[in-house]
Structure formats: structure tokens, C-alpha cells
């Protein structure tokens, strides 16, 4: 979805001896030495042809098993990919740690196919490190599964060259969705583009449908996950935004099977003036399709008007195999604290990656959430001031609210299938001018009811 | 006759049936090498693990509930009734067999055709062969990929701008329900004519030359020939054919999966991509795995009934 492997480049460390937590048992099966041989595999090890971040990777490997010499651990290129995670699983060949998007826990916790890691998170203190308003994403029945160690909140991505050119103002990007729709339509109507182009397909339109209806105050499922709330108000109030912009302003474009990458291409291309993604996105734009910095804006997501109502949560987590010991586990997440947590803790590895990361020509100081505690959050971003490459002037419509914007998970129950769901939705109402939103969402909450009952 | 008689007619005829059947394996195990048994083996069993391993494996996760770590739940034929009532299968069903009747309308001739034209050209033929043959060459993902551009529904899109030459246009495409799967079926054949042309070509070649020749002779044109011969002549490769691509439309995956997702609207969602997304997007197994039987088994009587009707053609 996003160049994952850049941004948590980052945050990889690099080889300093630090501090580490002090680990006692904690497993919910038992006791367990700290100090007793460990064996664990980790993955997302870069490319060789990323060669900057692959001797950072291996020099932090190196120095972890020299401060901790009862681990050893061994380690793959494997990432994160639906299609092979599950056989990875049967066949007990997934590394001990695993990288991977915010969209995934839900399913795997419901699955039970990741370990509950609270009591080792407890006794090492590091849950106390991390930032409660993202915990919900990987937790359930207040147990947690997995580590959230990078954080973005859905962002207004827009063109700051369209926006001069259709006479708006781009350092004023739109903040509600009635100002995003005014925009949309003087960008189609001053310069032929596609005014905000919406995701469709492969769920993200359902994913990024349900940030729409998070900044209308609206929500996908109930609390605890046994009931549709497509009907709400709010919800039925963005789908009939979205046949508005579409049928009376046509400022959707043509395209309307658009996956995250598909609508980033274009818009990278200059095709497209707006769009909602991860603020993450801004490297891929520059860096892989060749955008100019200059011209890539990012503002809040938009809200139903002045007063914040909330914005769907993303980034990464680590997952640890179910299939570890409590002592692997263990080792695992010793293994991250000192690769994820340091750089926030420790200046000198702070510094370091970033001079690393600017080795490999990546960017540094692409604004996000912390997924550790706001204090230490605040010292780190100091710490790397000096080396921010990104044009601060470009992110301050997101900074500007994000740290007063309420975080909202994703929903809770089947989240993938109330995507699919509503990626249907969407498509219908962008490509049959008859439909009526109200109704669509009533034959989508009974289809979606049936699911959440399975 | 008597009935003793009709006994002891029938016991004579099952004691000769049945001592010739153990001649029968008598014979064979002493014909057989033990070293040929021995060679054959690890051969069978490999076979065995690795092909049929997976379809009863298949099989039994249709009736489980399992997420591959702790031991599978049985929870009877939970899957089938769940998948049978998915609101999306009757769509998915009418979508393949969509597809499929497209793809015999506007697909299957075309190979046909294109064989018996570069049979025809019989100087350059090897090139019409190789350019015909060059789309079975890229790989699916790349030529899928490369369609996409083509289908580009803005006016910009290199159709669109073909045909705006002409003062057509611009089409959605992709983006239009009902032209989706049709563009998809254009796709398709183009993507799979040169192969199958080849295979006609090779039939072609064992048409008798002499009925062409007697043909000619009677001042029969291009058309009576083909209509007449060829046709006749290629029946029995034209009905297997026609059941391959028969079986093949309905495991239809790649292009939908690649092209759109199964939308716009679920337009081109297809029972492979539901089964698909059961289980790699959903993670539920034993639901993909009950699709995938229901599928396996209608193609079975699909296949059982399409022999029955075409036994009489093809004699």
C-alpha cells in the first residue's frame, strides 16, 4: 500500500550498545528464564539493493545479540503478504517478528493467530510506553496482540500546483468536505483534471469510504462489533456527498476503479487534485513517481465542519508468531524495543538513523502520530530537526490539527468485509446516476449484518 | 430353461469371470519387473501426496473450521450452507457464466479461424504462427497490465483515442458495468487465441489433402472448402477444445483480479475471485474451500453431461 520498508527505515537503529528493559517472566504459560538461550527469526531485512538500510539492519542485529548474548537471532527477507501469510502459518515458517500494516490485526486476532502479549508487555514496561489512543487497533477484549510502532492518520493529499492554477489557495487546503467539494469542483472546472480522485477497489475504497464517515462523526459497525451502522445519518450524508461530487459537479474524473496505488500514480501523474491518503505517501510521490515537493501538499482529513469528529488510524505494527515460545516471545519483543522504541529514547541512535536514512536518499520529517508516549514524541522530533529534509510549509495543514484530532481504529468486528462492502457502495453510486444512497446503504447493512453474525 | 439351470449357468459364468480376473493379476505380477515396482513407487506416492494430498486435504476443509494453527473444528456442512447463502454467489454465478458464454461467442471461433487462415498462407505462414502466438509469450500480469492502459477511460486512453478518430467515444470501459466483462472477454481471447490456434494447426495438418484436391476440382471456393473439409475434420479437436475453454471460463481469475477487482458493482466478480477473497482478504478457509467444492463438482457434471450430448457428433 505504501512504501512501508522506507518508512520504517527510519526508525531501524543502528549499532549502539543501549539500556535495556529489564525482563522477567510474564508469560501467561509460566515462568521463563531471561537469561536462558533464545533462538528467534525476524524479517523485513531490506533488499541488497537498498544497501544503506541493509547494513543498518545487520549492524543493529549484530549489536542486539551482543547485548544479549542468550539470543540469537536469524533473519529473512520475508514481509508481509496476504497471500503467503497463511500458508507461512500452517507450515510454521513465519518469523518470530513481523512487519505489518494497521489493516491486519483485526482479522488476525479474531483468527487467533497472534499471541496475547500483554502480561510480557506489562512486566517489561513497555506498555506504559506506548500511546493508548492507538492501542485499539491491536487490541481486543482489552488484550493486546501486537506492537504499533509507526502511526499516520488519514491525510488530504492535494496538488498545490492544480490548486493555483483552478484560483485556489494552496497554503488554505479545504479542512471540511463542503470546502473539499468547492475545490474539487474548481479543479475540474479551471483545469479538466479530476478534482478528488476516490479509491474503489481491493477494499481500500471501503477503507478509505470509512475515514470519510469517520470526519462526518459517523461509524462503520457498533462499539462491540455485532451491528451495521451503514444507515446512520452521517454514513447515508458522505455516500450522497460522493453522488453529488460525481453526477452534479463531475469532479470524480472518469476512473473510477481506482486501488491506493492506482489513485497515487495518477495523482503523482497531475491528474488528479485531491485525494485522502497516509501522509506516508508524500515519499512515494516524490521518490518513486518523480513529483515535485513543491507540489504536494497535505492537509487534515476533512471533518463535517469546524469541530474535529475523528480520522481513521493507520501505520504499522509488529506481530510476533503465534507459534513462539514465551521465551521467543520474549526475545521478540526485547528485539523491539531496541530496534523500534530507542530512536525516540536515545539521541545518539536518533541521529544516527536519520543520517542513515539521508544516505539512502529517504526523507526525514514526514509528520505523523507517535505511537509512544507524546513527551518523548516531541524530544525525538527536536532531536532530528537539523536533518528534516520534507518542506515543512507543505504539512501544515496536517500538523496544524493532528494532534487535537481523535484517532478512531478501524471497525472492530470483520473489518475486510465491511471494506468489500463498501467498495460496492461506492463503485454503484459513481458509476449509475439512478441509485439512491439511502437504499444502497440499507441492502449493504443487511448483507454486512449477515456477516458480523458469522 | 430351468431355474436350476439358470443357477448353475450363473455360477459357471461367475466362476469363469472370476478365475480370469485372477489370472488376470497373476499375469500382470508376473510380467512385471519387482525393480519397475520399485522405480514406480516413489513416483506414485510423490503423485499422490502432492496431487491428490491437497484435493482430499481440500475436501475435508470444506467441513472444518480451522485457522491453521490450533486443531480444525468439524462444523458440518456449516461452510456450504454459509457459502450457498452469500447474497453474492447467485451475481458471481451469472458473471461466469457471463463470461463464459461471451468468451464461446467471441473467443472460440477466432482461433479457429486464424489456423485455418495461416494454414492457408503457406509461404509466411511461420509468421503469422509466431505473431499470433507472441500474446501467449508475456506473462498474464504484464499483459494485463498493459491492457489496462489501453482501457484508460479518460479521452486520453489509447482506445478511446483510436476510436476518437473516427468520432467514437470516449468509452468507460472497465468503469462501465455492462462493457467490463465484455472488454475482459477481448482481452482474454486475444490473450489465448495464438495458443489454441496452434493447437488447430497441428490438427490441420492431418486433414487429407485429397478431399481439398476433389474439392477444387468440383470449383468449391475458400469457404465451402473450410465449411465442408476442415470443420468436419477438426471436430473432435473443436469439442475438446470447447470443453477445455468451457472449464477454463469458469475458473476465471487472473484478468477480473488484475483488471477490477470484480467491480464496477461487482460486474466481473467471479466465483474464482470469491473464493479468492474468502479465503486470502477474510481469512476463512473452510468457506473458500466449500466454494471450490461446489465449483470442482459442477464442472464435473458439466463435463459428464457436455460427453453425453456430444458422443453422437463426435463419432
Known sequence: MIARRQVLATFAGIAVAGPLVACSSGSSSGSTDPNAPVKISIGDRPTPDNAAALKQYNDTVAAFMKANPNITIDTSETVWDPQTFQAQVAGGTLPTVLSVAFTEPALLMANRQLPDITDQLKSMGLLDQLNPAVLPTVSRDNRIYAVPIFVYTFALIYNRKLFTAAGLDPDKPPTTWDEVRAAAKAITQKTGKTGFGAMTTKNQGGWGFTNMVYGMGGRIESGDGKKSRLTDEPVVKTLQLLKDMRWTDNSLGSQFLYDANGVTQDFAAGKVGMMLHLPAVWSDLVKKFGMKAADVGVGQSPQAGTDLKGVLTGGNVRIISIKASSEQVNAALKWIAYNDFRPFSDKAVAVANVKATLANKDFVGIPGVTPLGEKQYDQYLEWIKPSVNVPAAGFTGYTDTVKKMPLIAEPPNKAQEAYKALDTVVQKVMTDQSVDPAALLSDAAKSLDSKLSR | ?315
Not at chain 2, 5 to 10: A, E, I, Q, S, T
Not at chain 2, 18 to 38: L, N, Q, Y
Not at chain 2, 155 to 169: R, S
Not at chain 2, 173 to 200: C, K, Q
Request: net charge neutral; hydrophobic share 55%.
Open chain 2, 1 to 315: 430353461m430351468s431355474r436350476s439351470d439358470v443357477v448353475k449357468v450363473l455360477e459357471v459364468a461367475d466362476r469363469r469371470h472370476s478365475s480370469r480376473r485372477d489370472g488376470a493379476v497373476r499375469r500382470w505380477f508376473r510380467s512385471t519387473e519387482p525393480a519397475a515396482i520399485i522405480f514406480a513407487v516413489p513416483v506414485v506416492l510423490c503423485f499422490v501426496y502432492f496431487s491428490w494430498g491437497p484435493i482430499v486435504r481440500g475436501l475435508l476443509l470444506s467441513f472444518q473450521r480451522t485457522n491453521l494453527v490450533q486443531a480444525p473444528q468439524w462444523v458440518g456442512l456449516d461452510n456450504l450452507s454459509y457459502v450457498l447463502s452469500d447474497p453474492l454467489l447467485p451475481k458471481a454465478a451469472l458473471n461466469t457464466a457471463w463470461f463464459a458464454l461471451l468468451a464461446l461467442v467471441i473467443g472460440f471461433p477466432v482461433p479457429i479461424f486464424l489456423a485455418v487462415f495461416m494454414n492457408e498462407m503457406r509461404r509466411t505462414g511461420w509468421l503469422y504462427s509466431a505473431l499470433a502466438y507472441l500474446p501467449a509469450v508475456l506473462p498474464p500480469v504484464a499483459a494485463i497490465l498493459l491492457w489496462k492502459f489501453f482501457y484508460d477511460p479518460g479521452a486520453g486512453g489509447i482506445f478511446n483515442t483510436l476510436l476518437g478518430f473516427v468520432g467514437l467515444g470516449p468509452f468507460p470501459w472497465l468503469n462501465s458495468t455492462a462493457m467490463a466483462m465484455p472488454a475482459i472477454v477481448l482481452e482474454a481471447t486475444w490473450a489465448g487465441a495464438g495458443a489454441t490456434a496452434i493447437i488447430y494447426l497441428a490438427a490441420l495438418g492431418s486433414v487429407q489433402t485429397e478431399l481439398y484436391e476433389a474439392a477444387e476440382i468440383d470449383r468449391a471456393g475458400i469457404w465451402r472448402k473450410v465449411w465442408h473439409i476442415t470443420i468436419p475434420q477438426l471436430r473432435n479437436i473443436i469439442l475438446v477444445m470447447m470443453l477445455l475453454q468451457l472449464i477454463g471460463t469458469f475458473q476465471l481469475f487472473a484478468e477480473p483480479f488484475l483488471f477490477t477487482g470484480g467491480g464496477p458493482d461487482n460486474a466481473t466478480l467471479t466465483i474464482m475471485l470469491m473464493i479468492y477473497q474468502y479465503a486470502f482478504v477474510n481469512g476463512d478457509f473452510g468457506a473458500a474451500a466449500a466454494l471450490s467444492l461446489i465449483l470442482a463438482l459442477f464442472l464435473c457434471v458439466l463435463s459428464g453431461v457436455y460427453q453425453l450430448v456430444t458422443r453422437r457428433w463426435s463419432d
